[in-house]
C-alpha cells in the first residue's frame, strides 16, 4: 500500500439472507460462535443467503473524489457501511488511513424530542468530539445549515430537508479526512445542493478523500473524478467518470433489452450490429454538435439469416440518464422489407433539437444484438 | 448570500490546516478484535474513558426527554412501586397472604426491597432495549456502542434517586432508623447496577437480532421479583432457600437490608461471591457486546 492510498480494499466480501426468520436463525449462532470465539465458516453460504458484496477491491488515493453509482440493491451502502466500520465483511480486508467521517444517513443519531442546539451537541460527542470544539463550531454548523431560527426547536418539527441540512453541517464541521456520503444530498433545496457541492469542492482542494454515493450522475459526474460502478455485488466499471456512467447506461440498457425482447432462443444472433457512426450532415464522422446541426446515426448490420422486418432503434440519452428521444422503425411505420447479409441503415436528424450537455445514442436492433456509443 | 460565503470560507479554512502528523489507521477484516486479546481489552478501555462524556450526554438526553411530553413527569417513577406496596402491605395486614415476621415494619422493609428490586430490573430493561431503540445509530453510526448500553443505567438510577423520597417518608412515619452502616450502601448498590450490565450487555444484543427477548424479559422479571425476597423475608426451610440461594440477586438485597437494619453484613461470604460473580459478569458481558456488535448491528 503506498503512502498516498487512503482506502485500500482487498477482496471484501459481505453476505446477507433474503429471510428474515433465518437471519435471526442465522443470527443468533453467529453471535453465539463469537461470543464462544469459536471459528465459523464464514465463505460459504448458507440457505437463502447471497452475496450483497462478492469480491471487492479497489483503491482510493489521497485527495480523490470518487463517485459510487449502481442500481439499486447493488451493495453501494453495505459497502460504505464496511468502510465506516459498521460492520465487518466476511471476508477480505479493508484499510482506512486518516480519520473517517460518514454520513450514511443523515440525522442519524438526532433524538426527534431533543431541539436543535441539544442534537448538534449529542451528534459531536458520538462523532467523538470534545466540547470545546462543538462549541467553536456551533455557529458555523447553524449558519451553514441555515437554521438560525429553528435551532431551539424540537427536531421532530423539522422538515425533512432542514434535517438533512443540519445533518450535512455537522458532519463537515468534523473536519474529517475522508468524507463518505450516501445520497444524502438528495433531500435538500437546490441553494442547500448548491451549497454541499461548494463544501464538497473545498475538500477536495483541501487534499481530502471523498467517496459519493448518488443516483444524480450529472451532479456526480461534476465533482467525481472516478468512479465505481457496483452490481449485484461486484464492480463492473473502475475508471474515468464519463466511461462509467456510460457502462452504468449500457447495464440500464440491456436490463430493459432483456426484459422485454429477449424471449425468444436468442443465443445465436440472427441479426447484428457490426458498426455504429455519428456523423455530421456531410457524413464525416464527429462526435460535437451544435444545436439545429443535422446528425446522422449510421447503423451497419449483418444479417446471419434471411429476416422479415426486423426493428430498428434509436435512443437518445442525456448524461444523467434522462431519455430525450426515441424511435424505432416499428412504431413508426417503417418497413425495411426482407434483410439478409450485411447492410447500412442511416437515420437523420435534419435539425437537431437538443440543448447543449453530453448525450448517447444508443442503437438497437429488435431481439438481437444491441450496441451503443457514447459521444460527447 | 453573504452568510453562506461566508461559512464556507470558514469551514474550508479549516480544513485546510495542516494534517496531523499521526494517522489513525484502522483495519476491518471478518475476525473483528477477537484476535487482539488483551490489546483488545486495553483499546476497550481506552475508548470506555473517551466517552465519557458522550455517555453523560446520553443519559442527560434520556433524562431531559422522558417527561418532557408528560404532566406527572417524575411521579411516574414512584406510583407504580407505591402501588405494589399498597397492594401487598393490604394483604399483609388482613392476613390473605402470611408473610413472615421482617426486622422492620413490613411497608418500610417492602418499600425498601422494591426500590432496590426496580433499580435492578430497571437497569436491565433498560440496557436491553438501549440498542433496539436507537435505530440507525447502531446501524449507520461507527462509535463506542457500549456507550448506549451504559447510558441506559443513568434513568432507572436517577428513578431510584426519586424513589428515596417515599422511602424515607415511610422510614420516618414508622420510626425506623437506619444504622450507620447505611454509609456503605453505595458498595451494594454498584455490584447490582454491575449484574444488570453484565446481563444487559448480552441481551441488548440479542434483543438486536430477536425482538422477543425483550418480550420475555417482562415476563422473567415480573417473576424474578417474586423469587427474590423483595416482598416477603428470606426463607430459611428447605427446600425453598434453595431459590434464594441461586438467585445472585438475593445476597445483595440482603446486604443491603442488613446495612440498614443491623450495620454488619449477617451473610459476608455471600455477598462477597455476588460482588464477584457481578463483577465478572460486567466485564465478559462487556467483552461479548464488543466482540459481537458489528457482526450484528445488521439486524437492528
Known sequence: ?376 | MPVMENTIGQLSANASKPMESKIAVAEYTPRGIRRDGLAGWRLMLIELAESRRLIWLLILRDLSVRYRQSILGYVWAIIPQIATVGVFAFLHASRVLPIGGTRIAYVAYALWGISIWQLFAGCLSSCTTSLVSSGSLVTKVNFPREALVIAALGQPVFDFFVRLVPVVAVFIWYGVTPSWGIIFLPFVLMPVMLLALGLGFVLSIANLVIRDTGNALGTVLTIGMFLTPVLYPPPVRWPFFLVNLLNPLSPLLTASQDLIAAGFLTRPEMFAVACVLSLVLALIGWRAFRVTIPRVAGYA
Not at chain 1, 71 to 87: D, I, R, Y
Open chain 1, 1 to 376: 500500500m503506498s503512502t498516498d492510498t487512503v482506502i485500500s480494499i482487498e477482496g471484501v466480501s459481505k453476505k446477507f439472507c433474503r429471510s428474515l426468520k433465518r437471519t435471526m436463525f442465522y443470527g443468533v449462532r453467529d453471535v453465539a460462535c463469537d461470543m464462544l470465539g469459536l471459528t465459523r465458516h464464514l465463505s460459504h453460504l448458507r440457505r437463502d443467503e447471497f452475496w450483497a458484496l462478492n469480491d471487492v477491491s479497489f483503491e482510493v488515493k489521497r485527495g480523490e473524489c470518487v463517485g459510487l453509482i449502481g442500481p439499486n440493491g447493488a451493495g453501494k451502502s453495505t459497502l460504505l457501511k464496511l468502510m465506516n466500520g459498521v460492520t465487518l465483511p466476511d471476508k477480505g480486508s479493508i484499510r482506512i488511513s486518516g480519520r473517517i467521517g460518514a454520513l450514511l444517513e443523515l440525522g442519524a443519531g438526532f433524538h426527534p424530542t431533543l431541539t436543535g442546539r441539544e442534537n448538534i451537541h449529542l451528534s459531536g460527542a458520538i462523532l467523538g468530539f470534545s466540547k470545546d470544539h462543538m462549541t467553536k463550531e456551533f455557529d458555523s454548523i447553524v449558519d451553514f445549515a441555515g437554521l438560525e431560527e429553528f435551532i431551539d426547536s424540537p427536531v421532530k418539527q423539522y422538515s425533512s430537508g432542514m434535517y438533512v441540512r443540519l445533518g450535512f453541517a455537522v458532519a463537515v464541521s468534523t473536519d474529517p479526512d475522508i468524507l463518505i456520503i450516501d445520497e444524502s444530498m438528495a433531500v435538500g433545496d437546490a441553494a442547500f445542493r448548491k451549497r454541499c457541492l461548494d463544501q464538497i469542492d473545498a475538500f477536495i482542494k483541501a487534499g481530502k478523500t471523498i467517496i459519493v454515493v448518488t443516483h444524480n450522475l450529472q451532479e456526480i459526474e461534476k465533482i467525481a473524478q472516478r468512479m465505481l460502478l457496483l452490481d449485484h455485488g461486484l464492480i463492473r466499471a473502475n475508471g474515468r467518470a464519463g466511461q462509467v456512467i456510460a457502462s452504468y447506461m449500457n447495464l440500464l440498457n440491456t436490463r430493459k433489452l432483456l426484459r422485454k425482447e429477449f424471449n425468444e432462443a436468442a443465443h445465436e444472433p440472427a441479426i447484428e450490429i457490426v458498426e455504429v457512426e455519428v456523423c455530421g450532415g456531410d457524413g464525416a464522422r464527429k462526435s460535437y454538435f451544435h444545436t439545429h446541426d443535422e446528425l446522422r446515426v449510421i447503423i451497419g448490420f449483418k444479417a446471419y439469416r434471411p429476416i422479415l422486418n426486423p426493428v430498428f432503434r434509436v435512443q437518445i440519452y442525456r448524461n444523467d440518464g434522462l431519455f430525450c428521444h426515441g424511435m424505432n422503425t416499428e412504431r413508426h411505420g417503417i418497413e425495411c422489407g426482407e434483410i439478409s447479409g450485411e447492410g447500412t441503415i442511416i437515420l437523420r436528424y435534419p435539425d437537431l433539437s437538443l440543448l447543449s450537455g453530453d448525450y448517447w445514442v444508443c442503437v438497437a436492433v429488435l431481439a438481437s444484438q444491441y450496441d451503443e456509443l457514447p459521444i460527447h
